[in-house]
């Protein structure tokens, strides 16, 4: 029999330890009849050829390689090239002889370690046995790689997502149009049912690499199958991070990138981590743990599989955060820093091996570099409100520019309170900038410090622009028109705290001390920008006085209400409620007071030539005036005519 021996595999180098020798052979004397006639001196009867006897174990071992050697060679792959090339041993038609091609791997060690003992030396049974071995493993090494290779899409982990995800968009609404429920129904179950059938082939093409993994490294034969296994598995990673849209960047890359492509990239990065590491990362580690017992094979396939990956995926988000600092980049850096943070029980969980230190350390890393990044843009956006130096007045004392902006960047930066906790933790306001003590709503716990100085943070941002708009309110040079814009701005900031999460950082105590200066600055407006028009008018609206005194306080008050409404009638008050109230104020204050004069003096004014030229306005005119005021545009009123109100006076008597 012609034997080979190509020393690879558990027991390749098996003749190199242990020398083979023939079996002993057990001489048996045999007893001969002695006749009557024959010499007592006669020479001893000759010996029977000793004849070898086989011991019960050694004849069981052998029949072991008897029985293996039929089921290995109708699947040897050299000898029985057409069957055994297009069929495999586990397939279901062929799932039995599977399991018993195992076992009759297992007879063969068994049968190599007997025969390889000194006592039970034979060296062609131990020849043959090694033979067979070769073969089997050929055998499953092409199994192995058939099922990792034709179970792509069972044993890949973004497949199964993919078909989540699928689930996920037919059990919901689109944005533009709507599903039908029972379609959507359908759909789901179809999903439903597709997702379990990938499921239980993947369970099943699992159970036969661990047989095979198990049966090979048992063997010997380790290193083959951890080869084929981080080639084939590897591939299929890179694949999946590069249709995620995950690439490898240059910090030269990054800083040249327009800002546009830029934050494309971050936004398509923080959906792929959650899938890389949720999905595949950890899909690649249940199926190591799971095909693999030994933990050294384990270790070693996902390190391979997954680290340069996993390095180059959390490497991007450090090359964003050194990049180039401003405002715009601040909610995206945020992102980044949220992503990571939210996945690092996961990534500490997924990559503990030793050998993925690196992964851990590199995410850690990220970490504290974004938060750097995002101090820095803190301070920097601080620096810019208060370095602002613009001269241009917002018309009509409304909103100013640097209001609406500071105020919506302030408020989406309220939606990262938990991270932003984390992040300013350990970052207290310096000392020159401290707040007033009644400047924070007295119920905040000032002993918990990552929340205390989180909050401190917001107020002082929102105190350095109210500061800010006491300096843009100075340049009007019209004082009651700066009262009225300040009125606008600090109820556009109470308001936009007040529909934010900045409710809950600031508090309640601190809005209402902000609506009270509202308040103020109403009043401040009202008695500056309306003092003449009242003034002209008599303490005592009904008291009796002459006809001259009367048509001189007419006089003095139609030039009044006519140069305050001229005046006013271009500024706004942004606020419909705001507005209302400011009318309903004014019309209070001017409007009774006129009627009653208006009312007492009408029968001596009706008799009175010129009458349009002195009664201007009836009472009712003065509301419709009025109501016409803070829509920031030249209007002249929706108040009766001159004309209309002397024939109101005449008709009346």
């Given at each position: 029999?012609?034997?080979?021996?190509?020393?690879?595999?558990?027991?390749?180098?098996?003749?190199?330890?242990?020398?083979?020798?023939?079996?002993?052979?057990?001489?048996?004397?045999?007893?001969?009849?002695?006749?009557?006639?024959?010499?007592?001196?006669?020479?001893?009867?000759?010996?029977?050829?000793?004849?070898?006897?086989?011991?019960?174990?050694?004849?069981?071992?052998?029949?072991?390689?008897?029985?293996?050697?039929?089921?290995?060679?109708?699947?040897?792959?050299?000898?029985?090239?057409?069957?055994?090339?297009?069929?495999?041993?586990?397939?279901?038609?062929?799932?039995?002889?599977?399991?018993?091609?195992?076992?009759?791997?297992?007879?063969?060690?068994?049968?190599?370690?007997?025969?390889?003992?000194?006592?039970?030396?034979?060296?062609?049974?131990?020849?043959?046995?090694?033979?067979?071995?070769?073969?089997?493993?050929?055998?499953?090494?092409?199994?192995?790689?058939?099922?990792?290779?034709?179970?792509?899409?069972?044993?890949?982990?973004?497949?199964?997502?993919?078909?989540?995800?699928?689930?996920?968009?037919?059990?919901?609404?689109?944005?533009?149009?709507?599903?039908?429920?029972?379609?959507?129904?359908?759909?789901?179950?179809?999903?439903?049912?597709?997702?379990?059938?990938?499921?239980?082939?993947?369970?099943?093409?699992?159970?036969?690499?661990?047989?095979?993994?198990?049966?090979?490294?048992?063997?010997?034969?380790?290193?083959e199958i951890v080869r084929i296994y981080k080639i084939i598995r590897k591939s299929i990673?890179?694949?999946?991070?590069?249709?995620?849209?995950?690439?490898?960047?240059?910090?030269?890359?990054?800083?040249?990138?327009?800002?546009?492509?830029?934050?494309?990239?971050?936004?398509?990065?923080?959906?792929?981590?959650?899938?890389?590491?949720?999905?595949?990362?950890?899909?690649?580690?249940?199926?190591?743990?799971?095909?693999?017992?030994?933990?050294?094979?384990?270790?070693?396939?996902?390190?391979?599989?997954?680290?340069?990956?996993?390095?180059?995926?959390?490497?991007?988000?450090?090359?964003?955060?050194?990049?180039?600092?401003?405002?715009?980049?601040?909610?995206?850096?945020?992102?980044?820093?949220?992503?990571?943070?939210?996945?690092?029980?996961?990534?500490?969980?997924?990559?503990?091996?030793?050998?993925?230190?690196?992964?851990?350390?590199?995410?850690?890393?990220?970490?504290?570099?974004?938060?750097?990044?995002?101090?820095?843009?803190?301070?920097?956006?601080?620096?810019?409100?208060?370095?602002?130096?613009?001269?241009?007045?917002?018309?009509?004392?409304?909103?100013?520019?640097?209001?609406?902006?500071?105020?919506?960047?302030?408020?989406?930066?309220?939606?990262?309170?938990?991270?932003?906790?984390?992040?300013?933790?350990?970052?207290?306001?310096?000392?020159?900038?401290?707040?007033?003590?009644?400047?924070?709503?007295?119920?905040?716990?000032?002993?918990?410090?990552?929340?205390?100085?989180?909050?401190?943070?917001?107020?002082?941002?929102?105190?350095?622009?109210?500061?800010?708009?006491?300096?843009?309110?100075?340049?009007?040079?019209?004082?009651?028109?700066?009262?009225?814009?300040?009125?606008?701005?600090?109820?556009?900031?109470?308001?936009?705290?007040?529909?934010?999460?900045?409710?809950?950082?600031?508090?309640?105590?601190?809005?209402?001390?902000?609506?009270?200066?509202?308040?103020?600055?109403?009043?401040?407006?009202?008695?500056?920008?309306?003092?003449?028009?009242?003034?002209?008018?008599?303490?005592?609206?009904?008291?009796?006085?002459?006809?001259?005194?009367?048509?001189?306080?007419?006089?003095?008050?139609?030039?009044?209400?006519?140069?305050?409404?001229?005046?006013?009638?271009?500024?706004?008050?942004?606020?419909?409620?705001?507005?209302?109230?400011?009318?309903?104020?004014?019309?209070?204050?001017?409007?009774?007071?006129?009627?009653?004069?208006?009312?007492?003096?009408?029968?001596?004014?009706?008799?009175?030539?010129?009458?349009?030229?002195?009664?201007?306005?009836?009472?009712?005119?003065?509301?419709?005036?009025?109501?016409?005021?803070?829509?920031?545009?030249?209007?002249?009123?929706?108040?009766?005519?001159?004309?209309?109100?002397?024939?109101?006076?005449?008709?009346?008597?």
């Amino acid at each position: 029999m012609k034997t080979t021996n190509k020393n690879k595999g558990g027991f390749r180098n098996i003749f190199s330890s242990h020398s083979i020798s023939q079996d002993n052979s057990i001489s048996k004397s045999s007893t001969h009849s002695v006749s009557s006639s024959s010499s007592p001196y006669s020479s001893p009867p000759p010996s029977c050829p000793s004849t070898p006897i086989h011991t019960f174990s050694e004849s069981m071992m052998e029949e072991n390689i008897d029985n293996a050697e039929i089921l290995i060679t109708k699947w040897n792959l050299e000898t029985n090239t057409g069957f055994a090339a297009a069929s495999s041993l586990f397939y279901d038609d062929h799932r039995k002889e599977a399991k018993d091609f195992i076992s009759c791997v297992k007879d063969l060690q068994r049968a190599m370690r007997f025969f390889i003992l000194p006592d039970n030396s034979n060296s062609v049974l131990l020849i043959r046995s090694q033979n067979l071995m070769e073969t089997a493993m050929k055998r499953l090494q092409k199994e192995f790689y058939q099922i990792l290779s034709t179970n792509r899409d069972r044993l890949d982990p973004e497949s199964i997502s993919g078909h989540g995800s699928e689930k996920s968009r037919c059990s919901t609404s689109s944005y533009d149009e709507e599903v039908d429920q029972s379609s959507d129904e359908d759909e789901i179950q179809r999903v439903s049912n597709s997702i379990n059938e990938v499921e239980q082939v993947g369970t099943v093409a699992m159970n036969d690499l661990k047989m095979i993994s198990d049966c090979m490294i048992s063997s010997g034969y380790g290193k083959e199958i951890v080869r084929i296994y981080k080639i084939i598995r590897k591939s299929i990673v890179d694949e999946s991070l590069y249709k995620l849209g995950v690439e490898r960047l240059t910090p030269t890359q990054i800083n040249k990138m327009d800002w546009e492509m830029l934050d494309f990239k971050i936004k398509n990065w923080v959906y792929a981590v959650k899938i890389a590491v949720k999905t595949l990362f950890l899909g690649e580690r249940i199926l190591c743990d799971y095909v693999f017992s030994s933990e050294t094979s384990r270790e070693s396939c996902f390190t391979a599989i997954t680290k340069d990956s996993a390095l180059e995926l959390f490497q991007f988000t450090e090359l964003v955060a050194k990049g180039k600092k401003s405002p715009e980049k601040m909610f995206r850096i945020l992102d980044l820093y949220d992503a990571i943070s939210e996945l690092w029980p996961e990534i500490e969980s997924i990559f503990s091996y030793k050998s993925m230190s690196n992964v851990r350390t590199q995410a850690v890393s990220s970490l504290l570099k974004l938060g750097e990044a995002v101090r820095a843009m803190l301070t920097d956006f601080e620096a810019a409100i208060q370095k602002d130096s613009s001269k241009a007045l917002a018309p009509g004392g409304g909103i100013h520019p640097l209001t609406r902006y500071v105020m919506n960047y302030v408020c989406f930066l309220s939606d990262y309170t938990v991270i932003l906790s984390d992040i300013v933790a350990n970052w207290p306001l310096p000392e020159h900038t401290s707040l007033p003590e009644s400047y924070l709503d007295s119920s905040l716990d000032a002993e918990d410090d990552s929340t205390f100085t989180m909050v401190a943070r917001f107020a002082w941002l929102v105190l350095v622009l109210l500061c800010k708009l006491d300096g843009k309110a100075a340049l009007y040079k019209n004082v009651p028109l700066s009262y009225l814009f300040l009125a606008n701005n600090l109820n556009y900031v109470v308001s936009k705290v007040r529909g934010s999460n900045l409710r809950f950082l600031l508090g309640e105590e601190w809005i209402s001390r902000r609506e009270l200066t509202v308040k103020q600055y109403t009043i401040n407006y009202e008695r500056m920008g309306w003092s003449k028009v009242l003034s002209s008018l008599p303490t005592n609206p009904t008291a009796s006085i002459s006809l001259e005194a009367t048509k001189e306080c007419l006089s003095s008050f139609n030039t009044a209400f006519e140069t305050v409404y001229r005046t006013q009638s271009s500024w706004v008050v942004t606020d419909s409620k705001l507005r209302d109230e400011i009318k309903v104020s004014i019309c209070k204050k001017v409007v009774p007071v006129y009627r009653e004069f208006y009312d007492t003096n009408r029968a001596a004014l009706s008799r009175e030539r010129n009458v349009e030229a002195l009664v201007r306005y009836s009472p009712d005119d003065l509301m419709n005036y009025l109501s016409d005021l803070f829509y920031g545009m030249k209007v002249s009123g929706s108040g009766t005519s001159t004309a209309n109100s002397s024939r109101h006076f005449s008709s009346s008597h």
